[in-house]
């Protein structure tokens, strides 16, 4: 998918951080820019946030879209200290972020694990954005194409289509380092994501693909303008109001 036909997609992943008084200023700064951001801004709090920010957002006027940062891969039941797709789709969110680093590799959760969540997530009408990204060794040991296309084989869901699903490229070894990758090497990832996933789709179109590790103010413009990628996935850098508006005004 070429950039010029979507609009960028600019995400912030609070992870476990923030605070009811983390909100007010961020949600100021967005509603009072909505008519000059050009992009889809997705602000993906930790779970406790989701209400708060929900009842802040300028119904159906603010630009500012709510994402979960996990579900449950079963509807409902016996699965202590878990939430579902449902019960995040009922506090207003719109995307949840399934297969983050932090979870496959914090919580050992799998490629398959992540298209069962996904499945059940698409069945509450919430579209995901599934990440995948390949270690440091497997980077130095050139085998990052091969452990990409492993786990985008295994994440996707059946039902995927461009319209319920953003793939988010995050080689791990760029996440919350001094810098992200390299041009050359987000061109040449998300040149090859989109090609795997245009074999992949049975509409023949390719995904969304946003990029994520080490985004900031200074960097996101070079990196929105490379070809095939349409977005960004933020995490250190969503935190405060002045950089993530500062991202997003760059684009
Ligand atoms: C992330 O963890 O998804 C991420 C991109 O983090 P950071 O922007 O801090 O590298």
């Known amino acids: 998918m070429s950039n010029e036909l979507i609009k960028p997609i600019i995400a912030g992943n609070w992870k476990m951080n923030g605070l009811e008084s983390s909100i007010d200023e961020l949600v100021k700064l967005i509603d009072l820019s909505s008519e000059i951001i050009e992009c889809d801004v997705i602000i993906i709090p930790p779970y406790t946030l989701l209400d708060r920010f929900n009842s802040l957002l300028r119904k159906d006027k603010s630009i500012l879209k709510l994402g979960a940062q996990d579900c449950h891969y079963m509807r409902s039941g016996s699965y202590t200290g878990s939430i579902s797709a449902e019960m995040v789709k009922d506090l207003g969110v719109q995307y949840v972020v399934l297969g983050?680093?932090?979870?496959?590799?914090?919580?050992?959760?799998?490629?398959?694990?992540?298209?069962?969540?996904?499945?059940?997530?698409?069945?509450?009408?919430?579209?995901?954005?599934?990440?995948?990204?390949?270690?440091?060794?497997?980077?130095?040991?050139?085998?990052?194409?091969?452990?990409?296309?492993?786990?985008?084989?295994?994440?996707?869901?059946?039902?995927?289509?461009?319209?319920?699903?953003?793939?988010?490229?995050?080689?791990?070894?760029?996440?919350?380092?001094n810098n992200?990758?390299?041009?050359?090497?987000?061109?040449?990832?998300?040149?090859?994501?989109?090609?795997?996933?245009?074999?992949?789709?049975?509409?023949?179109?390719?995904?969304?693909?946003?990029?994520?590790?080490?985004?900031?103010?200074?960097?996101?413009?070079?990196?929105?303008?490379?070809?095939?990628?349409?977005?960004?996935l933020v995490g250190g850098a969503s935190l405060k109001a002045d950089s993530f508006f500062g991202i997003i005004n760059s684009i």
């Open 100 to 177: 983050h680093s932090e979870r496959r590799i914090q919580y050992h959760e799998t490629s398959e694990l992540v298209a069962k969540k996904a499945t059940i997530a698409h069945c509450s009408n919430l579209k995901t954005i599934i990440c995948v990204g390949e270690s440091l060794a497997d980077r130095n040991s050139g085998r990052h194409e091969e452990a990409i296309q492993h786990q985008l084989t295994d994440s996707l869901p059946k039902g995927f289509t461009n319209l319920n699903t953003i793939i988010a490229y995050e080689p791990i070894w760029a996440i919350g380092a």
């Open 180 to 232: 992200s990758a390299s041009v050359v090497e987000i061109s040449q990832m998300h040149r090859f994501i989109s090609s795997l996933l245009l074999k992949y789709s049975k509409e023949n179109h390719t995904l969304p693909i946003i990029y994520g590790g080490s985004v900031t103010q200074y960097n996101a413009k070079d990196i929105i303008n490379i070809e095939f990628v349409n977005g960004l």
